[in-house]
Every structure is written in structure tokens, then in C-alpha cells.
């Protein structure tokens, strides 16, 4: 029992702060806008929640074209720890060549998950039609993977479906993941 509390805790902390590491990673990729004055409340938190790991990591991780790589990395890192702790906790003996191939697996799960989140948000924005600037970054950021589904799924009865498919691809990508994940760790 305790160890499946520790498990959900640092999966939530992880998640959390992992999560807003790929999202930075993202919205600069994207290019939108996440200092203070351009008034994004989203860049501000993901700036708050994730400056004390990504920052130092820039020092030694250089971007990668548009690609901010310490933000990555960093998300890669919380991974490592959280999958460490669980293995010290859990056996501390053999497998520990399967905590980095975990953490990689947790690294590619937290990105599915995220997008799926980010477009079931798009999803209710779309329906109340706010005009905030939080319902304007949610959509430039799923605009990119819903624009191919969009020219091969037509609006049906006017309503765009998009969103619908791309996440029951997002959930067949977690299926195959961990069915990867298991492959993996077989060979390993």
C-alpha cells in the first residue's frame, strides 16, 4: 500500500512538472509568446514550474534549432528520478538497465498524454466559444497535429471531428507504447 502511494505521488509530481517541461518545450517550438507582458498566464506557470530545472540544464543542453533540447531533457530526467525511486523502493537488487528504458517509455507516455489533454481542452473551448487568450494557445498548439485529420475527415453535419480522431489515434499510440514498453523490456 505505501508503495503505491509513493508511486501515485511521484507520478503526479513528475507528471506535473514533466508535463509543463514538454508544454515549454512546445510552446517555444511554436512560437508563442510566454513572458509576462505578453500576458499568456499559461507561459507564465510553465515558466514558474519549470525555470529551477530548465535554466541550470541550458548551461550545459544547447537548443537545437527551434528546439529548446534542456526542456527535454529535463522532462527525461524527472522520469529517470521518479522510475530510480520506485526501483529503490520496489527491489533495489537486479534491473536496473530498465529504470533509463522506463523513463524514456514514462517521457513518451507524458506527450501523448499532454496532447490528448491539451485537445479534450481544445475540445470545451471550441463549444462555450470564449474569446480568452488561454482558448487562443490552446488552439495554436493543436492546430498542427489537427490540420492533416482535418483534410482527410470532413466536417459532418458541421461539426469537425477532428479532435474525436485524433484522440482515438492518441489512445492507439498508448496501446502500441506499451506494448513497445513490454518488447522492450523482454530484450533488455
Do not use: K
Not at 75 to 80: I, N
Not at 101 to 106: D, K, N, Q, R, S
Not at 166 to 175: N, R
Amino acid at each position: 500500500m505505501l508503495y503505491q502511494i509513493i508511486s501515485l505521488l511521484l507520478e503526479v509530481a513528475s507528471g506535473v512538472v514533466g508535463g509543463a517541461c514538454v508544454l515549454r518545450l512546445y510552446m517555444q517550438y511554436q512560437r508563442i509568446p510566454m513572458s509576462a507582458r505578453s500576458g499568456n498566464p499559461l507561459g507564465r506557470f510553465v515558466f514558474a514550474l519549470t525555470d529551477w530545472l530548465v535554466l541550470p540544464l541550458r548551461r550545459v543542453v544547447p537548443a537545437w534549432g527551434r528546439w529548446d533540447l534542456a526542456s527535454l531533457v529535463a522532462a527525461f530526467l524527472l522520469e529517470l528520478v521518479r522510475f530510480f525511486l520506485l526501483w529503490l523502493l520496489e527491489s533495489a537488487g537486479g534491473g536496473l538497465f530498465a529504470v533509463p528504458i522506463l523513463a524514456l517509455f514514462g517521457l513518451l507516455r507524458l506527450v501523448i498524454s499532454g496532447l490528448t489533454g491539451l485537445v479534450i481542452v481544445y475540445a470545451v473551448l471550441s463549444w462555450v466559444q470564449t474569446n480568452s487568450p488561454m482558448a487562443d494557445i490552446v488552439e495554436r498548439l493543436c492546430a498542427p497535429p489537427l490540420t492533416p485529420i482535418r483534410r482527410l475527415v470532413p466536417l459532418v453535419g458541421g461539426v469537425d471531428l477532428s479532435p474525436l480522431v485524433l484522440l482515438v489515434l492518441l489512445q492507439i499510440a498508448l496501446i502500441f507504447l506499451g506494448h513497445l514498453q513490454g518488447l522492450a523490456l523482454l530484450a533488455g
